[in-house]
């Protein structure tokens, strides 16, 4: 099989993060490599660390999903679920691991003010329960 390196890393988590993001888009991702401690164990000595390598076929896409988690660009989002403001980067909500639903209303974006109002002190559909999540 004709394999193409897409990235190199210095440590196991990072590459391992990689070739799940590449996995769950169908691109065959082979994880090669040691670190220096692992090599120094083995009785081993210089290492160039970890690389990711596709095959030929899905180099092409595999880049552009590197792109694409590398791209700091990415807008603020809010959660569908509670309406917690999230980075661009994050893929599901910091707050309750929700999904993204909709982008961030106009002159919210980096707003330190609270979309809850202070005043008020009960959910209008508050049951009573103090341990019921908001959400």
Known sequence: ???K????????WQACLLQGHLKDAGIQARLH???AGEAFAMGGGITDGYSI?????Q???ALRIIAELRDDSRQPWQ???????NEGSFDICWACGGQQKKPVPEGNQG?????????????????????RPPC
Not at 53 to 57: G, I, K
Not at 79 to 85: F, M, N, P, V, W
Request: net charge negative; hydrophobic share 20%; aromatic share 4%.
């Open 53 to 57: 390598r596709v095959p030929a076929e």
């Open 79 to 85: 959660c569908g679920r509670c309406d917690e403001i």
């Open 33 to 35: 490599g040691t670190s």
């Open 5 to 12: 390196v897409v990235a190199e890393f210095l440590t196991r």
């Open 111 to 131: 707003s330190s003010e609270s979309p809850i109002n202070p005043d008020s002190t009960r959910l209008e559909d508050d049951d009573g329960n103090p341990y």
């Open 59 to 61: 180099q092409e896409q």
């Open 1 to 3: 099989m004709n394999e």
